[in-house]
T-cell receptor, first 111, second 109 residues
Framework: KAGVTQTPRYLIKTRGQQVTLSCSPI?????VSWYQQTPGQGLQFLFE???????NKGNFPGRFSGRQFSNSRSEMNVSTLELGDSALYLC??????????FGPGTRLTVL | GQSLEQPSEVTAVEGAIVQINCTYQ??????LSWYQQHDGGAPTFLSY????GLEETGRFSSFLSRSDSYGYLLLQELQMKDSASYFC??????????FGKGTRLSVIA
């Protein structure tokens, strides 16, 4: 089975721009979660989608949004980028919450 | 609310044994997961404890005490490739896993 894939792997943007990241889960996984990872804050949960519906949401501002398509692929969008949004964005798919399968991540740099 | 505590860094010698502790506070606790993440890589699932006691998987073992809200990951016969960050993540049912900042393990020769 193919693993979780994320595109792009690296991205450089400037403040004020917006960005869209994509995640393709493992075939058969309907739950897709997004995490932000920074050296200072560790792994922080952004949101989770299940069958095209946002099922859980973390404590991030409304500039962070996402969606899931009928094929379970998911996108997350960050608008009005800030320097502090520079991070590794990880997507994970799962059948059960206790075992998440992570993608390689998208490294976002905001200048 | 939820809280999670792990040591930020641990250093151990190649071939030795190391224990990474985790204390948590969460409502509706189901079990405790452990993940490993190498620098530049994605987190990978190591183990899940739903019941009290020790679960062994090769050189890695994970322990859980539900009454103490405590668990640990035990790594034996340490190898250089075990240098990585390790995250414990309490599972509370159909809610997001809380990973926290993890423990950075450095294995030295």
């Amino acid at each position: 089975k193919a693993g979780v894939t994320q595109t792009p792997r690296y991205l450089i943007k400037t403040r004020g721009q917006q960005v869209t990241l994509s995640c393709s889960p493992i075939s058969g996984h309907r739950s897709v979660s997004w995490y932000q990872q920074t050296p200072g804050q560790g792994l922080q949960f952004l949101f989770e989608y299940f069958s095209e519906t946002q099922r859980n949401k973390g404590n991030f501002p409304g500039r962070f949004s996402g969606r899931q398509f009928s094929n379970s692929r998911s996108e997350m969008n960050v608008s009005t980028l800030e320097l502090g949004d520079s991070a590794l964005y990880l997507c994970a798919s799962s059948l059960d919450w206790n075992e998440q399968f992570f993608g390689p991540g998208t490294r976002l740099t905001v200048l | 609310g939820q809280s999670l505590e792990q040591p930020s860094e641990v250093t151990a010698v190649e071939g030795a044994i190391v224990q990474i502790n985790c204390t948590y506070q969460t409502s509706g606790f189901y079990g405790l997961s452990w993940y490993q993440q190498h620098d530049g890589g994605a987190p990978t699932f190591l183990s899940y404890n739903a019941l009290d006691g020790l679960e062994e998987t090769g050189r890695f073992s994970s322990f859980l005490s539900r009454s103490d809200s405590y668990g640990y990951l035990l790594l034996q016969e340490l190898q250089m490739k075990d240098s990585a960050s390790y995250f414990c993540a309490p599972y509370s049912g159909n809610t997001p896993l809380v990973f926290g900042k993890g423990t950075r393990l450095s294995v030295i020769a």
